[in-house]
């Protein structure tokens, strides 16, 4: 087991130095973040004076040693635009993206796998019909001509709801979070509606795929047989087997519906992570893309090591059969 | 219940009396063969051409729904955007682009990711773990930001876009195919089959692959859809195509500004169309799992 | 004591192409402690008449008419808790594939104190001893260490003798094993067989061993009931219908089966005798004996479906029965 985690963490250095690498030349090849900075007008020499502030005069390998040099201390540059550590500008914003992603995740998960259950279950029923109906509606939608429609509904028609901005925080744990009372709460409903019906729709589909399939095999007629009462058979015989494909779409999905906050985060004007990137990738303040991107990887594959530990420990053919 | 009496049907009627036994599906399929129709016939049926700049005129700007041309000649069913086009046919030209996308990114990144993941389970070893950690690499890193960063790299275009859009998604097809080839892989029958020196490509062709099927057209159906919704979401953005061919994506990015102000026939009605589009992929492809899947024993 | 009595059970299914009367008029009984062979190929409805005991038929499957008595209590149309609540514990079942019938991501442990759990209030150390006691009995080596490892780990055999464990966990007076034995390698399946009749036997369970194959039946039955197109086509004490069977889709059984195709002078006869034709399908059956097709006996008589007449403790459904010895 530890040899696994160690050999994940090689990997995961690995991917962020590619990771590095790549976005660090590919913005390279974009253009002259100076040109986007300073004044129009500026001269020359204005020019000269900007590049070599920002230390964008020296050979591109030079810089990028300079980044890496950095980014071994956590240190991944200064924005362009913002003048302060890429990274700080990052964590600033990171706690707002991730609440919404979380908001997002569980409203999906805990109204999709119930709904998914019942429809597998009793798939004639006029419940599950419709349930299976408006997920494939969900699943269909395109998630920003939602939220467009989302504001257009909720907050100028019926003005139930806030349409843009983020709630007052409070301080948790050291970080600003704003969902955990109604005030902050609000403001979060509608992009988190937005980023969870897509997956809601997803989830509902597959765990219903998933029941058809599996109450189908013949471990569940033997469960049966033996007399184990019906939430039993479901509840754990069932559920269980469910359980280990349906982790690893979570998994994915969580990472997915952070970055995909890219999108949410412009139309409900949600002062995140992704907002920023977006801004910084047409300012070409690369320290900041870069360092966000660095952000996301390593959050991705930290995802993606406790889906791996979550199937092995799930699924007793995997663990076992890797010490073969 | 076996019998030999049974009337013999060629797989291929059965598979489409199954299909068939979901309305919904057929419904689907209907809106599908519609959309692809209006998409090929584009040119044919709109009432005005879009991109013709020389009959725009300006003074049909943001006409609402159902209102005639200031200079006669026709009626603007869907009304008007911002410089006056006529939204049906801008919806039509729209449609073409979003679908012709959609599809061939979708159709060279499953060839390309189906092969890469059943090879690297049939060949295994360090072909399969490099694979597969460019494979995870690949997936930890968000569709929408992999096609941004590309895009801004690549600058606008079509073929630009496709090549973005196939680059997010070749990961996700291999990843399903090397699962499913997986668990043929490690099915007795396969050890058998070496055993006797079977031809490798003889084990991958009829008996890995065929098993990874199903899942990847699943996952196919699945990811033509959502390519389909990324470009459009990439257009809104600001990125990938050119405004001289705007997809759905950029016909609603278009009309965003006029929504507050009560103009929401620029926006909404090409976000019906690609709803549509996507809802009627999702409707064919669904009843496709279920009539493909194996465990469903029908 | 009769433990059980079918009589006249009829099981359907509605599939796309019209009604599949799996079952249809299966009657028998069964004492305490005695064994039944229920034999038949695939498609006779062996297994949906086993399935149907238990009331384990899901839709579209139904059944539709007859009664299924135990120990005296009927069982047709009880509500799903009294089933369940006899399931497992008066009246236990085996399944073929023991690879699929055991969950594969549940231990073994998990799924055997599960067992007795679901049917007595003991704590889960008391419901653990008796799991590593029955798999003692069927002869797993060092149960103790082997409870907690997963069906995987297991191969063909051992998974059919848990499966066997934990349907004896809770002394049932009813086990029905559905072609147990079939998915496995011959010398495991001589093994299987002599304990399970070892098993019954101390145990004082009454089997019924669903198969296609007679020569199993033929060391371990009592009793043998022979079925075709959903129905019992013979039935009698083993041995009287083993020597001298009197419906011929019974003779034509036995002698397709290789080991009785010797002549009398002992040598292998030369072509193994096999049943023309093949089974009908189920849901387009003309009127009359199913078997008619089939048999070289065959009249006018037989377009009417026969009754099973008993005669000295056997019973045939045969206008024309084998009636001598033949050797």
Same mark, same amino acid.
């Given at each position: 087991m530890t040899v696994f985690i160690l050999r994940r963490l090689m990997q995961t250095l690995l991917v962020l130095a590619a990771t590095s690498l790549l976005v660090f030349f590919g913005l390279y090849v974009i253009g002259d973040p100076v040109e986007i900075l300073v004044n129009p007008v500026a001269d020359e020499v204005e020019k000269a004076r900007a590049r070599a502030a920002l230390g964008l005069d020296k050979p591109i390998i030079e810089q990028y040693w300079v980044f890496l040099k950095g980014a071994v201390t956590g240190e991944l540059g200064t924005s362009f635009v913002f003048g302060r550590p890429a990274m700080e500008v990052i964590l600033e914003r990171m706690p707002a993206t991730l609440e919404l992603a979380f908001l997002a995740m569980v409203m999906a998960v805990a109204l999709g796998v119930p709904l998914g259950l019942y429809a597998g279950l009793r798939p004639n029923s006029w419940p599950a019909k419709t349930i299976m109906a408006a997920s494939i509606v969900g699943f269909s939608l395109p998630t920003f001509w939602v939220g467009l429609l989302l504001i257009l509904v909720f907050a100028v028609q019926l003005g139930w709801l806030p349409s843009t901005g983020r709630g007052p925080t409070q301080e948790v744990l050291g970080l600003q979070i704003s969902i955990l009372h109604w005030e902050g709460l609000k403001y979060a409903l509608l992009p988190a509606l937005n980023l969870a019906l897509f997956k809601l729709s997803l989830i509902i589909r597959l765990t219903r795929a998933q029941v058809r399939e599996q109450s189908l095999l013949d471990y569940i007629k033997f469960a049966r047989a033996k007399g184990l009462p019906r939430h039993r058979v479901i509840g754990v015989h069932l559920l269980k087997n469910i359980l280990i494909p349906l982790i690893t779409v979570i998994g994915l999905e969580l990472g997915s519906v952070i970055a995909f906050a890219v999108v949410t985060e412009t139309i409900f004007a949600w002062p995140g992570m992704g907002k920023l990137v977006i801004d910084s990738i047409f300012q070409l303040d690369r320290p900041v893309v870069v360092a966000y991107l660095m952000m996301i990887v390593f959050m991705f594959i930290l995802i993606n090591l406790v889906v791996d530990l979550a199937y092995s420990a799930l699924d007793p053919r995997v663990r076992l059969a890797e010490h073969r | 219940m076996s019998g030999a009496a049974v009337p013999v049907e060629s797989p291929l009627r059965r598979f489409c009396a199954q299909f068939a036994e979901s309305r919904l599906a057929l419904v689907g399929l209907a809106m599908l063969v519609a959309v692809v129709l209006v998409a090929l016939l584009a040119p044919v049926i709109s009432?005005?051409?879009?991109?013709? +700049?020389?009959? +725009?005129? +300006?003074?049909?700007?943001? +006409?609402?729904?159902?209102e005639p041309a200031a200079g006669g000649g026709m009626t603007y069913l869907l009304g008007t955007d911002g410089q006056g086009r006529d939204m049906l046919s801008a919806i039509f030209y729209g449609l073409r682009v979003s679908l012709y996308v959609g599809v061939a990114s979708g159709v060279i990144a499953l060839t390309l990711g189906a092969v890469l993941g059943v090879l690297a389970a049939y060949v295994g070893g360090r072909f399969e773990a490099v694979l597969m950690r460019i494979v995870d690499i690949q997936l930890g890193f968000p569709a929408i930001l992999v096609a941004l960063i590309l895009l801004a790299v690549l600058g606008k275009g079509v073929d630009k876009i496709i090549i973005a859009l196939v680059a997010v998604q070749w990961a996700y097809y291999a990843r399903t195919a090397r699962s499913a080839a997986l668990v043929e892989r490690n099915k007795e029958y396969i050890e058998a089959a070496r055993g006797l020196k079977l031809s490798p490509v003889r084990i991958v062709l009829r008996h890995l692959l065929p098993n990874a099927l199903p899942p990847l057209i699943v996952v196919g159906t699945v990811q033509v859809a959502h390519a389909i919704a990324l470009e459009a979401t990439l257009s809104f953005l600001g990125l990938g195509l050119p405004t001289t061919e705007p997809s759905l994506g950029l016909l609603i990015a278009n009309g965003y500004e006029y929504l507050l102000s009560g103009k929401y026939w620029i926006s909404v009605y090409p976000g019906v169309a690609l709803l549509l589009t996507i809802l009627s992929i999702n409707l064919v492809g669904d009843q496709l799992r279920d009539v493909l899947n194996p465990r469903l024993a029908r | 004591m009769t433990l059980l009595v079918v009589d006249d059970l009829q099981t359907e299914f509605a599939t796309r192409d019209g009604v599949l009367r799996a079952v249809q008029g299966v009657s028998f009984a069964l004492a305490r402690g005695q064994v039944l062979g229920l034999v038949g190929e695939s498609g006779s409805g062996k297994s949906v008449t086993g399935f149907s005991i238990l009331g384990l038929i899901d839709p579209p499957g139904r059944i539709s008419g007859g009664s299924v008595k135990f120990d005296g209590q009927e069982l047709v149309g009880q509500p799903e808790n009294t089933l369940r609540r006899l399931r497992g514990k008066r009246i236990a079942m085996i399944f073929q594939d023991p690879m699929m019938t055991l969950n594969p991501v549940l231990s073994i442990e998990t799924q055997m104190v599960e067992t007795v759990l679901a049917h007595e209030r003991v704590g889960r150390v008391v419901a653990r001893e008796r799991a590593i006691e029955s798999l003692g009995r069927v002869g797993i080596a060092e149960p103790a260490a082997r409870l907690p490892q997963y069906p995987h780990q297991f191969s063909g055999g051992m998974r059919q003798r848990v499966a066997i464990a934990i349907a004896l966990l809770n002394r049932p007076d009813l086990v029905i094993a559905d072609?147990?034995?079939?998915?496995?390698?011959v010398t495991v399946q001589g093994q299987i067989l002599y304990e399970m009749q070892k098993l019954v036997r101390e145990a004082g369970s009454a089997l019924i061993w669903i198969t296609h194959d007679l020569a199993v039946i033929a060391g371990l039955a009592d009793r043998v009931a022979v079925m075709y197109a959903g129905r019992i086509v013979e039935e009698g004490p083993v041995a009287a219908v083993l020597d001298a069977p009197r419906h011929p889709y019974t003779r034509g059984l036995l002698d397709s089966v290789p080991a009785n195709n010797v002549a009398a002078d002992g040598t292998q006869a030369r072509r193994l005798r096999q049943i023309p034709g093949m089974t009908p399908s189920l849901l387009k059956l003309a009127p009359g004996c199913a078997f008619r097709e089939r048999c070289d006996r065959a009249d006018a008589a037989c377009a009417q479906m026969p009754d099973l007449r008993a005669a000295g403790g056997r019973s045939v459904r045969c206008v024309h029965p084998l009636a001598e010895q033949i050797a």
């Amino acid at each position: 087991m530890t040899v696994f985690i160690l050999r994940r963490l090689m990997q995961t250095l690995l991917v962020l130095a590619a990771t590095s690498l790549l976005v660090f030349f590919g913005l390279y090849v974009i253009g002259d973040p100076v040109e986007i900075l300073v004044n129009p007008v500026a001269d020359e020499v204005e020019k000269a004076r900007a590049r070599a502030a920002l230390g964008l005069d020296k050979p591109i390998i030079e810089q990028y040693w300079v980044f890496l040099k950095g980014a071994v201390t956590g240190e991944l540059g200064t924005s362009f635009v913002f003048g302060r550590p890429a990274m700080e500008v990052i964590l600033e914003r990171m706690p707002a993206t991730l609440e919404l992603a979380f908001l997002a995740m569980v409203m999906a998960v805990a109204l999709g796998v119930p709904l998914g259950l019942y429809a597998g279950l009793r798939p004639n029923s006029w419940p599950a019909k419709t349930i299976m109906a408006a997920s494939i509606v969900g699943f269909s939608l395109p998630t920003f001509w939602v939220g467009l429609l989302l504001i257009l509904v909720f907050a100028v028609q019926l003005g139930w709801l806030p349409s843009t901005g983020r709630g007052p925080t409070q301080e948790v744990l050291g970080l600003q979070i704003s969902i955990l009372h109604w005030e902050g709460l609000k403001y979060a409903l509608l992009p988190a509606l937005n980023l969870a019906l897509f997956k809601l729709s997803l989830i509902i589909r597959l765990t219903r795929a998933q029941v058809r399939e599996q109450s189908l095999l013949d471990y569940i007629k033997f469960a049966r047989a033996k007399g184990l009462p019906r939430h039993r058979v479901i509840g754990v015989h069932l559920l269980k087997n469910i359980l280990i494909p349906l982790i690893t779409v979570i998994g994915l999905e969580l990472g997915s519906v952070i970055a995909f906050a890219v999108v949410t985060e412009t139309i409900f004007a949600w002062p995140g992570m992704g907002k920023l990137v977006i801004d910084s990738i047409f300012q070409l303040d690369r320290p900041v893309v870069v360092a966000y991107l660095m952000m996301i990887v390593f959050m991705f594959i930290l995802i993606n090591l406790v889906v791996d530990l979550a199937y092995s420990a799930l699924d007793p053919r995997v663990r076992l059969a890797e010490h073969r | 219940m076996s019998g030999a009496a049974v009337p013999v049907e060629s797989p291929l009627r059965r598979f489409c009396a199954q299909f068939a036994e979901s309305r919904l599906a057929l419904v689907g399929l209907a809106m599908l063969v519609a959309v692809v129709l209006v998409a090929l016939l584009a040119p044919v049926i709109s009432p005005q051409n879009p991109y013709d +700049l020389g009959k +725009l005129d +300006l003074m049909d700007a943001r +006409l609402p729904p159902g209102e005639p041309a200031a200079g006669g000649g026709m009626t603007y069913l869907l009304g008007t955007d911002g410089q006056g086009r006529d939204m049906l046919s801008a919806i039509f030209y729209g449609l073409r682009v979003s679908l012709y996308v959609g599809v061939a990114s979708g159709v060279i990144a499953l060839t390309l990711g189906a092969v890469l993941g059943v090879l690297a389970a049939y060949v295994g070893g360090r072909f399969e773990a490099v694979l597969m950690r460019i494979v995870d690499i690949q997936l930890g890193f968000p569709a929408i930001l992999v096609a941004l960063i590309l895009l801004a790299v690549l600058g606008k275009g079509v073929d630009k876009i496709i090549i973005a859009l196939v680059a997010v998604q070749w990961a996700y097809y291999a990843r399903t195919a090397r699962s499913a080839a997986l668990v043929e892989r490690n099915k007795e029958y396969i050890e058998a089959a070496r055993g006797l020196k079977l031809s490798p490509v003889r084990i991958v062709l009829r008996h890995l692959l065929p098993n990874a099927l199903p899942p990847l057209i699943v996952v196919g159906t699945v990811q033509v859809a959502h390519a389909i919704a990324l470009e459009a979401t990439l257009s809104f953005l600001g990125l990938g195509l050119p405004t001289t061919e705007p997809s759905l994506g950029l016909l609603i990015a278009n009309g965003y500004e006029y929504l507050l102000s009560g103009k929401y026939w620029i926006s909404v009605y090409p976000g019906v169309a690609l709803l549509l589009t996507i809802l009627s992929i999702n409707l064919v492809g669904d009843q496709l799992r279920d009539v493909l899947n194996p465990r469903l024993a029908r | 004591m009769t433990l059980l009595v079918v009589d006249d059970l009829q099981t359907e299914f509605a599939t796309r192409d019209g009604v599949l009367r799996a079952v249809q008029g299966v009657s028998f009984a069964l004492a305490r402690g005695q064994v039944l062979g229920l034999v038949g190929e695939s498609g006779s409805g062996k297994s949906v008449t086993g399935f149907s005991i238990l009331g384990l038929i899901d839709p579209p499957g139904r059944i539709s008419g007859g009664s299924v008595k135990f120990d005296g209590q009927e069982l047709v149309g009880q509500p799903e808790n009294t089933l369940r609540r006899l399931r497992g514990k008066r009246i236990a079942m085996i399944f073929q594939d023991p690879m699929m019938t055991l969950n594969p991501v549940l231990s073994i442990e998990t799924q055997m104190v599960e067992t007795v759990l679901a049917h007595e209030r003991v704590g889960r150390v008391v419901a653990r001893e008796r799991a590593i006691e029955s798999l003692g009995r069927v002869g797993i080596a060092e149960p103790a260490a082997r409870l907690p490892q997963y069906p995987h780990q297991f191969s063909g055999g051992m998974r059919q003798r848990v499966a066997i464990a934990i349907a004896l966990l809770n002394r049932p007076d009813l086990v029905i094993a559905d072609e147990p034995t079939t998915a496995l390698d011959v010398t495991v399946q001589g093994q299987i067989l002599y304990e399970m009749q070892k098993l019954v036997r101390e145990a004082g369970s009454a089997l019924i061993w669903i198969t296609h194959d007679l020569a199993v039946i033929a060391g371990l039955a009592d009793r043998v009931a022979v079925m075709y197109a959903g129905r019992i086509v013979e039935e009698g004490p083993v041995a009287a219908v083993l020597d001298a069977p009197r419906h011929p889709y019974t003779r034509g059984l036995l002698d397709s089966v290789p080991a009785n195709n010797v002549a009398a002078d002992g040598t292998q006869a030369r072509r193994l005798r096999q049943i023309p034709g093949m089974t009908p399908s189920l849901l387009k059956l003309a009127p009359g004996c199913a078997f008619r097709e089939r048999c070289d006996r065959a009249d006018a008589a037989c377009a009417q479906m026969p009754d099973l007449r008993a005669a000295g403790g056997r019973s045939v459904r045969c206008v024309h029965p084998l009636a001598e010895q033949i050797a």
